[in-house]
């Protein structure tokens, strides 16, 4: 009897049209307990080093965490992972809503779709019965409107869709997978399911999901219920608003934004307005959304409502979270009327909200400057507005130049040439980072920007204050009821940090404590991404409910397998080590493991130098970022020192030019 | 008339405050599982939400008396321009829909406010307070005992006959099966 998990996976050969249902090994649920852990190990497994993003033997993994179905709150995140068109490395975006719970019920923990369907489909999984379905009426239809037709026509409105839009059918590198209110976004997943022709995964599952001890399973979920009662009731103070209480950053309901307007960028990643902010732009943009905003909403079995359904005037009513409220608009330079207005057709499109609105800034920063021209946008309106929809609707059908920037900022910069290169400034591993560019490095955040390889500094970041507190009474308030941290240390590091002076960035935290702060930051991300739990809950926000020190007792009361601190961090280093040893294998080095150029404008080339060998030596990594084979033995992870020493990657040193053309163009192995 | 004081237990149903998380019916199922709380699994809850988040819908409804055939007609409500889909405020189990069954054997299920516990779990796990206990005190008429059963027996006698009637209970006094 398997606990919290089902025990089976679901193996679709999209090329020949084969459904199986494979138990899965209960040993990999206690080593990579499951989600990301347990979809790294089957890439890691079936998907060789040359394998490229749109070859019918990658394989596009929707996991759901070990403990979705269960009674966890927050629990409810699907983790897909797949290799990543924009750079042929591992992506793994995760999307909270309502699916991966579904999926349990239905009796399966992950769907793994391998092989390319010649026509376009969608699965259909109800329980026992699973089918893959015509899908050649909905080509072309939006993520949320072949949601909505699907349900109709299976008469199953309970049923759970996670659909692509126009963008995934035409294989846009930024191309989203979406789910009502929620999206698995960075990646560029949803151009593997385009190219693997499945328009949508649909399920609905009538079937139980079980705990092994059930009595302390639900009382560890009511402490956690009334602790977020409390913390609703105590935002954390000297924070600002988005960031007090629990849940992703509750820009939904949240109308001041004055921080995010005026410290990150507009445009293509460029121009920071540092008087934006006014008492009649607050007014203008709270009735905005206010006047669009219907209601503030949940993803399953969670009381945060980090979401909101939005009907712009005259268009189709969708749903949003979080920073894409702003993305659009300060692309733009425009307002929040028009950011919430192109959002819907984005999300119909399904585009990451990151990536698409920088790649539209970018094509018209080269055309201000003259390296594209009025020829390359044959018809585009004049006005600002309107070029944004213009250039959206072309990147989403691969239109004219539309086609070239549909490959990201990175690949189009390439193929434009004439000095591109330079415009294409905010990326990290080729792929678009959030507008932000500072000016002191800060040493904690150049390591998560360095070396976290979800590239998203969101899903890397947390639970450490961004800042130190102005005073020292702050930040002794702040650590009174801090029993989150892993280490009483924690509380020092964060006691002695000032804003100003010797202890403050770039040179304190020293590139010791850095280590542990990022190291503790990175491990809860990575225990959410194997547990299925929503980092909002958990790893992002100031003391979060879930923690080091009650997730082992979820896991144990909840899977059934003895777990404690040591072999819950030991489970989170072994399957981190294995994304970064599919990554080395795809040829990431340390030149690979950088910022942005410009993310500050004082930099400390020696600084830097010294804590990415601290924090590779801390990691058990080499010099090279590769893991070392005592660090891969002590981790069980023998088979990946065999594979290493047979490919000879630890005298690679990466100085061979990678791969130089779009995955566009790559060849099918 | 006589009368004796009984305590009546509303849930009171705020939909507007409703944010879809579905909490409700997974702690109902789960506080309904045996051993209790074993397993959990939302088609068996006696409460379902009624979600269309696109037309904003959200209806918590529980399950209630278990009706044996379809309703003759059935009502579409509209209200404040949202259509609901028929049956959509109907507490009953009943053949024309899959809703307060038991998924593996098709029973009716019931809501019964968690007995025992000091408030139904739905209300307990839903913190946005959408779903609120209200507990209120009555005044209720008594009926004797007696007087009931006289009455019933008279309306049987008067429809099959004493000796048939004092036949039936003699079987069933004779048959361990039937009696509780």
């Known amino acids: 009897m398997r606990y919290a998990e ?102 399966y923990d992950k769907v793994i779709l391998r092989g390319k369907s010649p026509d376009l489909v969608y699965i259909w999984i109800k329980d026992d019965k699973v089918e893959i379905r015509d899908a050649s009426h909905l080509r072309g239809k939006g993520a949320i409107e072949t949601a909505k037709l699907i349900c109709e026509e299976l008469k199953e409105p309970k049923a759970q869709v996670a659909a692509i839009g126009m963008a995934g059918e035409n294989r846009v590198y930024f191309a989203s997978i979406e789910q009502g209110r929620s999206s698995a976004s960075r990646g560029g997943l949803g151009a593997v399911m385009g190219d693997k022709g499945v328009k949508a995964i649909v399920v609905r599952g009538t079937k139980d999901i079980h705990t092994a001890r059930p009595a302390e399973f639900v009382g560890l979920c009511n402490e956690v219920l009334q602790y977020i009662q409390f913390r609703e009731k105590n935002p954390i103070p000297g924070v600002m608003a988005i960031l007090s209480g629990l849940g992703s950053p509750q820009e939904m309901k949240t109308h001041d934004e004055k921080w995010h307007t005026e410290n990150f960028m507009w445009g293509n990643s460029r121009e920071r307005r540092k008087d934006f902010w006014t008492d009649q732009i607050a007014e203008d943009w709270t009735s905005t959304m206010k006047g669009m905003q219907t209601r503030l909403i949940s993803c399953y079995n969670c009381p945060m409502k980090c979401g909101a359904t939005i009907s712009p005037p005259d268009k189709p009513t969708y749903m949003m979270k979080c920073f894409s409220k702003l993305t659009y608009t300060m692309a733009a330079f425009s307002d929040l009327q028009f950011g919430l207005g192109i959002a819907q057709a984005a999300t119909e499109y399904g585009v990451d909200g990151f990536s698409a609105p920088q790649v539209m800034a970018f094509a018209l920063e080269l055309l201000a400057d003259g390296i594209l021209t009025d020829d390359d946008f044959p018809g585009m309106p004049e006005d600002n507005e309107g070029r944004f929809y213009w250039l959206l609707d072309h990147i989403v059908r691969r239109e004219g130049i539309g086609d070239v920037l549909a490959n990201g900022t990175y690949w189009a910069a390439k193929q434009i040439g004439n000095g591109a290169e330079k415009y294409a400034h905010n990326t990290i591993k080729k792929t678009e980072q959030l507008p932000l560019k500072l000016s002191m490095l800060n040493p904690i955040y150049f390591l998560m920007y360095a070396t976290g390889e979800k590239l998203n500094i969101t899903q890397i970041e947390g639970q450490f204050p961004q800042a130190p507190f102005p005073t020292r009474e702050e930040r002794e308030t702040f650590v009174k009821d801090w029993f989150q941290v892993p280490d009483e240390k924690f509380k020092q590091y964060f006691l002695d940090w000032e804003p100003r002076g010797d202890n403050s960035i770039p040179f304190y935290p020293t590139p010791a404590m850095c280590c542990d702060i990022v190291d503790w930051q990175e491990r809860m991300h990575y225990i959410d991404d194997a547990l299925g739990m929503c980092a909002g809950l958990s790893s992002f926000p100031l003391k979060p409910p879930y923690h080091i020190h009650n997730y082992p007792k979820f896991i144990s009361a909840g899977a059934g397998f003895a777990m404690d601190e040591e072999s819950l961090t030991k489970a989170a280093k072994r399957y981190r080590t294995l994304v970064r040893a599919i990554n080395t294998t795809r040829g990431v080095r340390r030149k690979d493991d950088k910022p942005p150029e410009n993310h500050w404008k004082k930099r400390f080339p020696d600084l830097e130098k010294e804590l990415l060998d601290t924090y590779y030596a801390f990691k058990g990594w080499n010099e090279q970022g590769i893991p070392t084979e005592e660090a891969l033995r002590n981790l069980g992870l023998d088979y990946v020192y065999e594979e290493f020493e047979k490919r000879g990657v630890y005298s690679d040193n990466g100085d061979a030019p990678s791969e130089t053309t779009p995955a566009e163009t790559g060849k099918e192995v | 008339m006589a009368t004796e004081k009984k305590i009546v237990k509303t849930i009171k149903i705020n939909a507007d405050l409703c944010n879809g998380c579905r909490a409700c019916e997974m702690i109902c199922s789960a506080f309904h599982a045996e051993p209790k709380y074993s397993s959990n699994n939302p088609a068996r809850s006696r409460v379902q939400v009624l979600r269309h988040p696109l037309e904003d819908i959200y209806i918590p409804v529980y399950a209630g008396e278990s009706a044996g055939a379809e309703c003759a007609g059935r009502g579409v409500y509209v209200i404040d321009g949202k259509e609901y889909e028929e049956c959509a405020f109907c507490r009953s189990p009943c053949p024309s829909r899959e809703d307060f069954k038991e998924p593996d054997s098709g029973l009716p299920l019931k809501c019964d406010m968690c007995e025992g516990e000091e408030e139904p779990l739905c209300v307990k796990w839903c913190i946005t307070d959408a779903l609120v206990l209200e507990v209120r005190e009555e005044e209720v008429e008594v009926v004797e005992e007696q007087e009931m059963l006289d009455i019933g027996l008279a309306s049987l006698i008067e429809k099959h006959g004493k000796q048939k009637v004092m036949d039936a209970v003699a079987r069933m006094s004779a048959s361990t099966k039937s009696l509780k």
């Open chain 1, 6 to 107: 089902t025990g089976y996976n679901l193996e679709i050969d999209l090329s020949r049209g084969n459904i199986e249902r494979v138990a899965s090994n209960p040993e990999d649920s206690q080593l990579y307990l499951g989600g990301l852990g347990t979809n790294a190990k089957i890439m890691w497994d079936r998907v060789a080093p040359e394998v490229e993003a749109f070859s019918p033997n990658n394989l596009l993994i929707f996991g759901t965490g070990l403990l979705c179905g269960t009674p966890a709150i927050g629990c409810n995140r699907t983790i897909v992972t797949t290799i990543s068109p924009v750079n042929q490395l591992l992506a793994f975006s995760m999307m909270g809503g309502f699916w991966a719970p579904e999926l349990k019920y239905a009796g």
